[in-house]
Each structure stands twice: as structure tokens, then as C-alpha cells.
């Protein structure tokens, strides 16, 4: 009896599951979603070679110190770094008077409330700041570039893919989709979600930074620095993890090992 009622309620809720599915297959072949010049023209990340790649990567400090300069004279502009101290550059190859210096001689001055007075003042930043908010009147928002590199998939390489991505919208998109036109004050690009974003191309020609190290600063290179310091804005302590996992796999394999020689050892009398 009882397994008759057990059957009987399996049955039931495959007949629902059954029938659920049946009305959306026969939903989605009898109207199949629009297609979207979204759908068919966003792309995704390219490939950029970092360091910072792989189960192994670690920083390179000079690629680290190079996307600073770009951070620094281009893209700090129009965003924010507010997770990233100033004593935070030493860990990419700074001495504490470098960074001291650096952080006097930021821009924008950090904010002093005087609780005597009321007022807000200004004074130079200390290493122990961290990067001021940045102030930005015009079209869109730029989104705070600390953490953007964990907030996208793919972070680093959809950021050097987005800097070097921008383009024409490709006539055979215009013909079929002529909705999709680049509104005004928009730029194209194909790596971005929408394909048309507020940001104009940041990084337009060559040598728009100059480099101390003497690097080539093309546009390539310049975007992929920025997109390695970001990187390592979001996660500082990737060569440590990464240092982790292979002393933990290190040890495994040498478990397993160990392992082996005491199963070994104990059955080697015992026919099995
Ligand atoms: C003139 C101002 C300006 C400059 C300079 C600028 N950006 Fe932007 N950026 C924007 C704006 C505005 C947005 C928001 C775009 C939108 O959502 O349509 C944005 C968005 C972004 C995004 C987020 C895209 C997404 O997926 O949401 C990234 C990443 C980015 N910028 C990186 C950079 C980098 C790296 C630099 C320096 C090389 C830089 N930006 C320089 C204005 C700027």
C-alpha cells in the first residue's frame, strides 16, 4: 500500500516536471527570442599575457609600476581607487620614501575635517591615505577601478580587451540591426555588455604616457600595464595564494606517495 502511494506521488511529480518542460521547449521553438545585435556582435575577452597568469603567476613589478604611471596620468582622471593606500605601493617595488613623495605629490589633496571650525580642508596625502575619491562631472559613471578586475569575468584581460577594443560598429551589424547605431555620447565597443559605452577611448595613440623604464609605450602595451596594476589593485596577495596552492599540492603529492609505500609494505605478505 504504502509503496503504491510512493509510486503513485513520483509519478505525479514527474507528470508536472513533464509537462512544464513540454510548454517551455514548445514556447521557445514557436517563438523563439529575438536575436540581438548584443547576441551577435559582443565579444568576448581577448587574450593578454600577463605574469599574473596561471596556477603559478606572480607580479612583475616593473609591468606593476608602469600601469601605475598609466593609473596615475590617464585613467585617475575619472575613477577612484579608494581600496588602495598609498603604503600599499610598496609591496610593487617602492621604497616607503618613494611612496611618501609619490603620495605628497598626488593631485587631489586629501580632505581634513577640523572639528574646532567646521570646516573641510585640504592637506597632502600620507602614505597612509588612501588613493582620494575622484570627482567626476561628465557623461556616465566611472566605476571605482579597485575591485574591477573581480567584478568582471575574465577581470585583466576584459579590461586590456575593453581599452584596446574600441572601433566603427561593423556595417554588416548596422544592416541587419539599424536600432543598434552608437547613440550620441556613446563610444562603440565591442567588449563592452552593451557594446556602446559613456567611456571615450582612454588610451587613443601611442606614447601617451612616457615610460621611466624605457618600455615602448604603445597602445597594447600601456593597456595591458594598466590591466596588470589592476590586478594587482584587487588582489595584492595573488603570489602568495598562488605560493600557497603549490606547497598544499607539493604535500599532497607526497601524501599520496607515502601513502602508496604503507599500503604497499602492510599487504606485502597478504595475497590480494
Ligand atoms: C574621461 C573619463 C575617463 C577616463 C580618462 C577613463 N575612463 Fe574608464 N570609464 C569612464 C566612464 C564614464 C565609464 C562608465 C561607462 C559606462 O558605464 O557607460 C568608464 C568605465 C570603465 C570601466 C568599466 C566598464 C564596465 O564593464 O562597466 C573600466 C574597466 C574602465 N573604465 C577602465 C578605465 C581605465 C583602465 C582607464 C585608464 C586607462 C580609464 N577607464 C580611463 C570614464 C573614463
Redesign the pocket.
Known amino acids: 500500500m504504502v509503496r503504491a502511494i510512493a509510486i503513485l506521488i513520483g509519478a505525479g511529480f514527474v507528470a508536472v516536471l513533464s509537462w512544464a518542460l513540454f510548454w517551455s521547449v514548445e514556447g521557445l521553438i514557436t517563438e523563439p527570442p529575438a536575436a540581438t545585435a548584443v547576441a551577435e556582435f559582443h565579444l568576448h575577452p581577448k587574450e593578454v599575457a600577463l605574469a599574473s597568469n596561471g596556477l603559478l603567476g606572480t607580479y612583475d613589478n616593473r609591468q606593476l609600476q608602469r600601469g601605475l604611471q ?2 596615475k596620468e ?2 585617475s ?3 577612484s581607487l579608494k581600496h588602495v593606500a598609498f603604503r600599499d605601493l610598496t609591496q610593487i617595488g617602492y621604497s616607503a620614501a618613494q611612496v611618501k613623495k609619490f603620495a605628497a605629490d598626488w593631485g587631489t589633496k586629501a580632505k581634513q575635517f577640523d572639528p574646532k571650525s567646521g570646516d573641510t580642508t585640504e592637506r597632502p596625502n600620507t602614505p597612509a591615505d588612501y588613493f582620494p575619491t575622484v570627482y567626476y562631472p ?6 571605482d ?1 579597485s575591485l ?1 578586475t573581480k567584478a ?1 569575468h575574465d577581470g585583466p584581460a576584459y ?1 586590456y580587451s ?2 584596446t577594443g574600441y572601433g566603427e560598429p561593423p556595417a554588416a551589424m548596422l544592416k541587419k540591426y539599424p536600432d543598434a547605431k552608437t547613440p550620441d555620447g556613446l563610444y562603440f565597443n565591442q567588449y ?2 552593451t557594446l556602446n ?4 577611448p ?2 587613443a595613440q601611442d606614447g601617451q604616457v612616457t615610460y621611466l623604464d624605457g618600455t615602448k609605450p604603445t597602445v597594447k602595451q600601456m593597456s595591458a600595464d ?1 590591466s596588470a596594476f ?1 590586478a594587482w589593485a584587487a588582489e595584492p596577495n595573488l603570489p602568495t595564494r598562488h605560493g600557497y596552492g603549490l606547497a598544499v599540492l607539493a604535500f599532497l603529492a607526497f601524501f599520496t606517495l607515502l601513502t602508496y609505500g604503507a599500503y604497499k609494505n602492510i599487504w606485502r605478505d597478504i595475497k590480494h
Open positions: 598609466v593609473y590617464v585613467c582622471n575619472c575613477h561628465g557623461q556616465g559613471n566611472p566605476p577601478l574591477i568582471r579590461v575593453l581599452l563592452f555588455a559605452l559613456a567611456m571615450p582612454p588610451l594598466v589592476l
